[in-house]
């Protein structure tokens, strides 16, 4: 079980799109459309932001979008905001009722 | 409103045991797969554990395979988690999370977590 490999960092500036991408193996990633992306601002506990690889909850804005090939899976955000800076973590089932994290990535918007 | 508050959390010497819960509020929680997530202070997010709506299927991290043990009570409305044999890589903020509608595989729902500290 070794963590999904996302990018340390990312930025953008407002109204940019910046993607972050979290690859991942034949075991996981890429055996599953069972990717989930969440936000996490500093001291808060993370909010589903994206499933299933390309879903959105209600209520999440649809200037974030999701999308997976091969083993690998993105998520963008478009139209950058300042309220989008925060850290991003991708998530997938591994299979035998397990689920692996991404290492996180860090959006800052300049 | 849809809400989960863990409990149980504290300083314990490495060796020690300790038992986490975490109570469901507003939704039909034997409808549910439920997880533990951990972060260690300043780290990532670590999945820890996860267990099926009937406790038919139960996931564990390598990290703490044999040595945690999940487990739920429908009737309360309550997950646990028991921790034995801790050790100082195992401090961090315990989350519970709730799976999705029809999807094991997804956290919908957060709680504000509860700190685990190991260190003598």
């Known amino acids: 079980q070794s963590a999904l490999t996302q990018p340390a960092s990312v930025s953008g500036s407002p109204g940019q799109s910046i993607t972050i991408s979290c690859t991942g193996t034949?075991?996981?990633?890429?055996?599953?459309?069972?990717v989930s992306w969440y936000q996490q601002h500093p001291g808060k506990a993370p909010k589903l932001m994206i499933y299933?690889?390309?879903k959105r909850p209600s209520g999440v804005s649809n200037r974030f979008s999701g999308s997976k090939s091969g083993n690998t899976a993105s998520l963008t955000i478009s139209g950058l905001q300042s309220e989008d800076e925060a850290d991003y973590y991708c998530?997938?089932?591994?299979?035998?009722?397990?689920?692996?994290f991404g290492g996180g990535t860090k959006l800052t918007v300049l | 409103e849809v809400q989960l508050v863990e409990s149980g959390g504290d300083l314990v010497q490495p060796g020690r045991s300790l038992r986490l819960s975490c109570a469901a509020y507003g939704f039909r929680f034997d409808d549910y797969g439920m997880h533990w997530a951990r972060q260690a202070p300043g780290k990532g997010l670590e999945w820890v554990s996860g267990?099926?709506?009937?406790?038919?299927?139960?996931g564990y991290a390598d990290s703490v395979k044999g040595r945690f043990t999940v487990s739920r009570d429908n009737a309360k409305k309550s997950l646990y988690l028991q921790m034995n044999s801790l050790r100082p890589e195992d401090t961090a903020l315990y989350y519970c999370?709730?799976?999705?509608?029809?999807?094991?595989?997804?956290?919908?729902?957060w709680g504000q977590g509860t700190m685990v500290t190991v260190s003598s």
């Open positions: 034949s075991s996981d990633v890429g055996s599953y459309n069972l």
């Open positions: 299933e690889g390309d």
């Open positions: 998530c997938s089932y591994a299979g035998s009722s397990t689920l692996i």
């Open positions: 999370a709730k799976g999705g509608d029809g999807s094991y595989a997804r956290f919908d729902i």
């Open positions: 267990i099926s709506w009937n406790s038919a299927a139960i």
